[in-house]
């Protein structure tokens, strides 16, 4: 199956910092992920989808200019969490659909970003 | 009414038991159905894919989709600790659009 590596694993950071996290797809090209968000004993939240070339796609209530989504290559996408607060404390997850048909998501491991 | 619906438990069992996790949903046109499993602190890990209706076996686990009454099972039989996770269903219509239960948290107790 598809192999979707994600990092950090884990970030503490201080309020007002900004963190980068980096979602590499290793099997195939990706013209497409989804960001998730996910808060304790809660399900995926999707945050946004990121293009390949294009600008993402939010879902409501996001903020675009807080969270950054940067698409520049067939096998990596990045988010940004600008000017981070303690309420941006979250667990944030990556996922990857096949090329083929994208009827299974294959999701990375997952970033625990902790802001002080 | 949520698209899909999923007892958050906690479900507790002893070793070796059989577990049923149950998710339900109101939208007719899912037809791809997915059951991923999730460590603390991790990654979803997809355990089980099934398109349309119909069962679906794999080692100890056992997936079955009655779209008729919308609502699809997975059976874990002969219980482990290490199958101490939570377990989300997942189904989509197309493909581009992704729907999660809440999860069930298990522990299954040696």
């Known amino acids: 199956g598809a192999v979707v590596s994600q990092h950090p694993s884990r970030v503490i950071c201080k309020s007002g910092t900004s963190v980068k996290i980096e979602c590499r797809s290793l099997?195939?090209?990706?013209?497409?992920m989804f960001w998730y968000r996910q808060f304790p004993k809660q399900s995926l939240m999707l945050m946004a989808t990121?293009?390949?070339?294009?600008?993402?796609?939010?879902e409501q209530g996001v903020e675009k200019d807080k969270f950054l989504i940067n698409h520049a290559s067939l096998t990596l996408s990045t988010l940004t969490v600008t000017s981070a607060h303690p309420e941006d404390s979250s667990f944030y997850i990556c996922?990857?659909?096949?090329?083929?048909?994208?009827?299974?998501?294959?999701f990375g491991s997952g970033t625990q970003l902790s802001v002080l | 009414q949520k698209e899909v619906e999923q007892d958050p438990g906690p479900l507790s069992v002893p070793e070796g038991a059989i577990v049923s996790l149950n998710c339900t949903y109101s939208?007719?046109?899912?037809?791809?159905f997915m059951w991923y499993r999730q460590y603390s602190r991790k990654g979803p890990e997809l355990l089980m894919y099934?398109?349309?209706?119909g069962n679906k076996e794999d080692g100890r686990f056992t997936a079955q989709v009655d779209k008729s009454s919308k609502y699809i099972s997975l059976f874990i039989r002969d219980s482990q600790p290490s199958d101490s996770a939570t377990y989300l269903c997942?189904?989509?219509?197309?493909?581009?659009?992704?729907?999660f239960g809440t999860g069930t948290s298990l522990t299954v107790i040696p």
């Open positions: 996922s990857v659909p096949p090329q083929q048909g994208g009827e299974k998501l294959f």
């Open positions: 099997d195939f090209q990706a013209t497409t």
């Open positions: 990121s293009n390949e070339g294009s600008k993402a796609t939010y």
């Open positions: 939208n007719s046109a899912f037809q791809y």
């Open positions: 099934t398109y349309s209706s």
């Open positions: 997942a189904m989509s219509t197309t493909g581009n659009q992704f729907y």
